[in-house]
């Protein structure tokens, strides 16, 4: 198949230091470590690198991936001697725009349905990182990343973070607050934030709950769009 007349699926090789970095804190954050794969046009030089040093194309399935159609066009097309015409950038950028969606939405169902079963609770997590801003933690039982206030945390730090969910708000900013490190001063607070949750005093929760942030207690409303693996 000539350049740019077909569609290679390609994957670059992982960035050696930061996947280094990140087996040290959590073996699935491994992936982080790797660009996504993506679609490209046929050429030269292209690796799909967690497969080998060959890329491969997409072309059983026409009627549901576009990448597969053009695939057996251009091979139908150089079956029967016809020109085939160069891939323009213009097609594959949505493809590429199109698997990225996807994946997203496969992690932020999965992480859904975790809450779903269980509302509220504590959940082991690793830090991830550590700015004056925010902390971000990984969630190994969500496969997902969340986001607390700033503390005293070091990178790879096993910590237990609470969570509560009220899935009647409508937008996840409201439905999703963490707790981690909370102080022995707020010890009762904190009982009491549980207790409202159970009682479904959401509004005196909520309210309680932004109260222990101004007093230093790392907590952050968090939503699925804001952490993708």
Same mark, same amino acid.
């Given at each position: 198949?000539?350049? %740019?007349? !077909?569609?290679?699926?390609?994957?670059?090789? &992982? @960035?050696?230091?930061?996947?280094?970095? #990140?087996?040290?804190?959590?073996? /699935?954050?491994?992936?982080? &470590?790797?660009?996504?794969?993506?679609?490209?046009?046929?050429?030269?030089?292209?690796?799909?690198?967690?497969?080998?040093?060959?890329?491969?194309?997409?072309?059983?399935?026409?009627?549901?991936?576009? =990448? /597969?159609?053009?695939?057996?066009?251009?091979?139908? =097309?150089?079956?029967?001697?016809?020109?085939?015409?160069?891939?323009? =950038?213009?097609?594959?950028?949505?493809?590429?725009?199109?698997?990225?969606?996807?994946?997203?939405?496969?992690?932020?169902?999965? #992480?859904?349905?975790?809450?779903?079963? =269980?509302?509220? !609770?504590?959940?082991?997590? #690793?830090?991830?990182?550590?700015?004056?801003?925010?902390?971000?933690?990984?969630?190994?039982?969500?496969?997902?990343?969340?986001?607390?206030?700033?503390?005293?945390?070091?990178? %790879?730090?096993?910590?237990?973070?609470?969570?509560?969910?009220?899935?009647?708000?409508?937008?996840? +900013?409201?439905?999703?607050?963490?707790?981690?490190?909370?102080?022995? /001063?707020?010890?009762?607070? +904190? +009982?009491?934030?549980?207790? *409202? #949750?159970? *009682? !479904?005093?959401? @509004?005196?929760?909520?309210?309680?709950?932004?109260?222990? &942030?101004? *007093?230093?207690?790392?907590?952050?409303?968090?939503?699925?769009? %804001?952490?993708?693996?």
């Amino acid at each position: 198949m000539e350049h %740019g007349t !077909g569609i290679l699926r390609t994957h670059q090789p &992982a @960035d050696l230091q930061k996947l280094t970095q #990140f087996l040290h804190i959590h073996p /699935d954050l491994k992936v982080l &470590a790797y660009e996504a794969a993506k679609y490209e046009p046929t050429g030269p030089n292209l690796v799909h690198a967690t497969l080998g040093s060959v890329p491969y194309c997409h072309a059983s399935s026409p009627i549901r991936r576009y =990448a /597969d159609l053009i695939n057996q066009r251009s091979l139908k =097309a150089i079956l029967q001697g016809q020109h085939v015409k160069p891939i323009d =950038a213009s097609v594959i950028t949505p493809l590429n725009q199109t698997q990225k969606r996807m994946r997203s939405y496969e992690r932020a169902l999965f #992480f859904l349905e975790q809450v779903q079963q =269980a509302p509220s !609770g504590s959940i082991e997590g #690793f830090v991830f990182s550590c700015t004056q801003e925010k902390t971000k933690v990984y969630i190994p039982s969500w496969k997902h990343m969340i986001t607390l206030e700033p503390g005293s945390y070091t990178i %790879g730090q096993v910590i237990q973070v609470q969570y509560y969910a009220n899935l009647q708000k409508p937008y996840w +900013e409201q439905r999703m607050v963490f707790i981690s490190n909370v102080n022995d /001063d707020a010890k009762h607070d +904190e +009982e009491r934030i549980v207790e *409202n #949750f159970s *009682n !479904g005093n959401d @509004d005196e929760s909520i309210y309680n709950l932004v109260s222990l &942030a101004h *007093n230093g207690c790392p907590i952050l409303s968090s939503h699925i769009a %804001g952490g993708d693996v």
